[in-house]
Every structure is written in C-alpha cells, then in structure tokens.
C-alpha cells in the first residue's frame, strides 16, 4: 500500500483526495490511496514521525492552510521553491530524507505564461500579503523581468512591508521593482491579482475602486486565487467592467498535478473529469 495524505485545519473542504484518488485509479497504481487529514498545531510534529515510520507506508503529503509554513522545522531538506518562499505545500521523500516542496507558485507561474507574451513592460498589482502571497510574488519576479513592476497592498500594512522583504531576496534588481502602496490605492497596470480570502462568500467586497479599468478593458487580467465560488465580486465587476478574467481553478488543479508528478512521475492529464471535480 502507498499512502497519500492532505494535512491542514480545517480540511473538509479540500478536494485533493478526488482528484488524486481519480489519478490513482486512471493510472491503474492500484494500491496508492490519499485521504485527508485534519491536525492541530501540536499534533504536527508526531504526525511527520509517522511519515517516517516505513511501516506506515506513507510515500507523499500535501499540507495546506494553516501549516505551509509551520511544517519546515519538521522536514530535512527544502527545494528550490520552498525555501526562498518559506512554504510547503507538497513533501516527498529522497534518499530516505523528507523534503519540503512548493508546487504553488511554479503552477501559478504556468497560468499566466501566455498572458504576458504582449507586454514589454509588466505592471502588476498584488492585493494580500497572507500564506499564498510568497508564492504568487515569487513567480511574479520570475515573470515580469528588469522592465515590470509589482505594486503590493495589504490591509495590514507591516505585512505587507515583510512581503517586500521577502520579494526582494527574489530578484537582485537596484532599485527593487517592488513597491508598496497604502491599501486603496490603485494603481495602472496589466494585471490585477487578488490574493485575499476576501471573496469567499458572496457578499464579502474588497471595497477597491477599479472604475479605471473600464477604459483599459481587455488589456487588464482580474485574477482571482479563490476558485470556490467560481465568480467573486472581484471578478464578476471586472467581468462587467469588459476586463479579462481569471479563477484560481487552474492553479489549483496544475499545483495538484505537479505534486502527484514528484511522487509517481506519472505526467498527469487535466481531463474533463478532473475539471468537474473542481467545478
Ligand atoms: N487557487 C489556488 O490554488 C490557491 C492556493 C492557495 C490559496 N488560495 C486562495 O487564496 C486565498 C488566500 O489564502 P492564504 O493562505 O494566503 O490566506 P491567509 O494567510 O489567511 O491570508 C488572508 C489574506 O486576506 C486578507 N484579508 C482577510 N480579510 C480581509 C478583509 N476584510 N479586507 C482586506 N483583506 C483581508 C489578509 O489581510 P491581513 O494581513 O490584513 O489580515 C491576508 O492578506 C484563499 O482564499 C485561498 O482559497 C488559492
């Protein structure tokens, strides 16, 4: 038996175990398994010894909110993902070693690869400054290059100012292409991502003004993390406004397959199938 887990709290919610289950079973590896797994803080530690426990049979674990960042004291090894983000969301075994890896921000990356392919210059504004935000800059740095700039804006600014911080041990450009703005706000760019957890039920509103974004129409992307529900204020305004849009489905689905990629090598399809599972 292989054994697959997702730890967080709370963990209801997650649909990780369908779609990995459905994986499981197209591939045919017939004795693989993931379920979920709801843990309190204090339970982490003993939980990471039962990953190493051979007799368990555990072979990878996706973590999620509230532990991408309290698990690394627990893990041997980080990635070239997880340690400059400071988040893990997928670890996997080598050489008898666990390691911490991060496929958030390289499938976030992927969602947006073809958007930029017009632009020279790639202005971005990046709204939260929560767990997933490290990620999203991280490939945000990647993507816009010496001539773009990342305007960040949080509603509690001193994490905002630790974002930078971060944000600019990404990248080494002198001055930094990273800028913080007072929350409201808003300024021109390309692309508009909400990273809050602002949207989550329908009559919750960041209360930005994006009235200016009516004349830009579709050269701004509205780009919302939230995939559940499908259309959040943010994104049905920019819908009304003629914007370009997009949900965190894809990001969440392309993060799943690239982590089931690390723990079989198996290049898994996006199929219909999967996509209902997460519609
Ligand atoms: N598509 C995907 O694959 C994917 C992956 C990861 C996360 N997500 C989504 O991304 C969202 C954020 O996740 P997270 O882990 O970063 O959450 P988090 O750590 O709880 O951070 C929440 C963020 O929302 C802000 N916020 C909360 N209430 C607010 C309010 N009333 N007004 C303005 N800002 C507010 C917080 O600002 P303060 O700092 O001021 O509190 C913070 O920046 C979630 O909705 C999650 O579903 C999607």
């Keep these: 038996m292989n054994r ?36 309190e803080e204090k339970e982490l530690e003993k939980f990471v010894r039962e990953i190493r426990d051979k007799s368990q049979s555990i072979n990878g674990v996706n973590v999620t909110v509230p532990y991408k960042k309290k698990i690394i004291p627990f893990l041997d090894e980080l990635s070239n993902t997880s340690l ?40 971005i504004l990046l709204i939260g400054a ?12 990647r993507l816009v290059g010496r001539y773009g700039k990342i305007y960040l804006m949080n509603r509690s600014k001193s994490k905002a100012i630790d ?26 760019v ?13 009559e919750e509103n960041l209360g930005l003004d994006f009235t200016k974004y009516e004349k830009l129409k579709e050269k701004t992307l509205f780009y919302d993390l939230i995939y559940n529900p499908k259309e959040t204020n943010f ?13 965190g489905k894809m ?10 990629q ?13 996509i209902k599972i997460v519609d």
């Design 251 to 260: 990001m969440f689905l392309l993060q799943a397959k690239y982590a089931f």
């Design 130 to 141: 929560g767990g997933v935000a490290p990620s999203v800059l991280f490939a945000l740095c």
């Design 4 to 39: 697959y887990f997702v730890i967080g709290n709370p963990i209801g919610h997650s649909l990780s175990p369908q779609i990995h289950n459905y994986w499981f079973k197209k591939y045919k590896l017939k004795t693989s398994n993931y379920e979920k797994r709801k843990l």
């Design 262 to 274: 690390k723990w079989t090598g198996i290049d898994a399809e996006l199929d219909d199938e999967i």
């Design 84 to 123: 400059p983000t400071q988040s893990v969301n997928t670890i996997f075994k080598k050489d008898g070693k666990l390691v911490g890896h991060n496929t958030d921000t390289t499938a976030f990356e992927e969602t947006l690869k073809q958007f930029f392919l017009d632009y020279k210059e790639r202005h």
């Design 190 to 202: 390309h692309l508009v991502i909400n990273t809050t957890s602002i949207g989550l039920t329908n």
């Design 235 to 247: 994104i049905i305004d920019a819908k009304k406004r003629g914007n370009k849009i997009m949900n």
């Design 163 to 188: 974002l930078k911080k971060m944000g600019n041990t990404f990248n080494t450009f002198e001055p930094s292409n990273i800028e913080l703005l007072d929350w409201g706000k808003v300024p021109d």
